[in-house]
């Protein structure tokens, strides 16, 4: 059960520097604010799942960094891609466009975004990964409460934004 909060923190984790990656690429490109994220919590979900996704993959063994970042680079580009479509369908709109990117593919793809995701994904493993299996050795009292309230809200967000209308 422990670990099932420490992943779920990871979640959110993964969640919430997604939403802060994307709202600074906004700052920079468009030199304006903009919440790019579909739930009302600072956190974009799919960065969750993809930062469980490479867990997965690459499971317990160690890794060099440039492996990682090689290897990232494409998984997450992958995903994009293939998500894209399935969420431009529910949303009615896809959430992001690299059109004006050099290298893109069909506005869902970009080389510089894929570097970027393998950069990400590379500190994620290196650093936060890391940082969230020592809640396994934690009390388990406060790991409990910060999973089950992290997982409440996002769940009960998600319905809120998914249910309403």
Do not use: Q
Request: hydrophobic residues 55%; aromatic residues 14%.
């Amino acid at each position: 059960m422990k670990t099932l909060m420490t992943y779920i923190i990871e979640f959110a984790a993964g969640s919430f520097f997604g939403w802060i990656y994307e709202v600074a690429l906004e700052l920079i490109v468009n030199h304006s604010y903009a919440d790019r994220g579909i739930l009302h919590m600072p956190l974009i979900p799919i960065y969750g799942f993809g930062c469980l996704l490479l867990l997965l993959l690459y499971g317990k063994k160690e890794h060099s960094a440039l492996f990682i970042f090689a290897t990232s680079a494409v998984i997450t580009t992958v995903l994009e891609l293939v998500v894209s479509y399935p969420l431009e369908k529910v949303l009615g709109y896809l959430p992001w466009t690299y059109e004006v990117w050099p290298l893109n593919f069909d506005g869902r793809i970009s080389l510089v975004s894929s570097l970027i995701f393998g950069a990400l994904a590379t500190a994620f493993l290196k650093l936060i990964h890391p940082l969230c299996r020592k809640l396994e050795k934690a009390p388990a009292a406060p790991v409990y409460i910060l999973g089950g309230l992290l997982g409440t809200a996002i769940i009960a967000d998600a319905l809120l934004v998914f249910t309403a209308g």
